[in-house]
């Protein structure tokens, strides 16, 4: 069984720094594209980040780019995203999901990051 | 950046009723590039159609997706009481990839 496990959210300052991890199980992880989709309350979906299942190639939205890092370990069968100088707009729930062909066919059950004072 | 515009914003339909949702690109997007996701409150989306008309591992029949470079459908033939909730066409091929703003299929 496919499994995402995401962590590491949780209440940070504007401006603070939170690293999230996603953990997988249940097929070769190192064969795919991994991304993180993230969900402000009350709104749509937003892609953040991408990376390819040997970390040639990342990508991000331009909303993240400069401040976020994403990374994986295939070794441990994680996904990371270091996340620096937040902001509120970048509070919601992110999910890390499993990109096969063109379409994220299984995802977490998502982590939320809460950036206030 | 390709823009990805979903209408209508909210569809009113019954049980049993055809749902059609479009998804209109700002630039041309490769079909095997288009995928649509439901999502219902509190839950992860879930993958419905990738390359725009492949229906994902366990997706009914009654789900199908069609169109070509900046014209997507997704069809609901007969909607369940279980298809009440919001749908996302995502694209792919250009980085960054984006989302549509989503359709929500509500029960009249």
């Known amino acids: 069984e496919v499994l995402l496990v995401e962590s590491g959210g949780g209440l940070v300052k504007p401006g603070g720094s939170l690293t999230l991890s996603c953990a997988a199980s249940g097929f070769t992880f190192r064969s795919y594209t991994m991304n993180w989709v993230r969900q402000a309350p009350g709104k749509g979906l937003e892609w953040v980040s991408s990376?390819?299942?040997?970390?040639?190639?990342?990508y991000y939205a331009d909303s993240v780019k400069g401040r976020f890092t994403i990374s994986r370990d295939n070794a441990k069968n994680s996904l990371f995203l270091q996340m620096n100088s937040l902001s509120a707009e970048d509070t919601g729930v992110y999910y890390c999901a499993r990109l096969s062909g063109s379409g994220n066919d299984f995802w977490g059950q998502g982590t939320l990051v809460t950036v206030s004072s | 950046e390709i823009v990805l515009t979903q209408s209508p914003a909210t569809l009113s339909l019954s049980p049993g009723e055809r749902a059609t949702l479009s998804c209109g690109a700002s630039q041309s997007v490769s079909s095997s590039h288009l995928a649509w996701y439901q999502q219902k409150p509190g839950l992860a989306p879930r993958l419905l159609i990738y390359?725009?008309?492949s229906r994902a591992t366990g997706i009914p029949d009654r789900f199908s997706g069609s169109g070509s470079g900046t014209d997507f459908t997704l069809t609901i033939s007969r909607l369940e009481p279980e298809d009440f909730a919001v749908y996302y066409c995502q694209q792919c091929g250009s980085s960054p990839w984006t989302f549509g703003q989503g359709t929500k299929v509500e029960i009249k």
């Open positions: 990376i390819s299942s040997s970390s040639i190639y990342m």
């Open positions: 390359e725009a008309s």
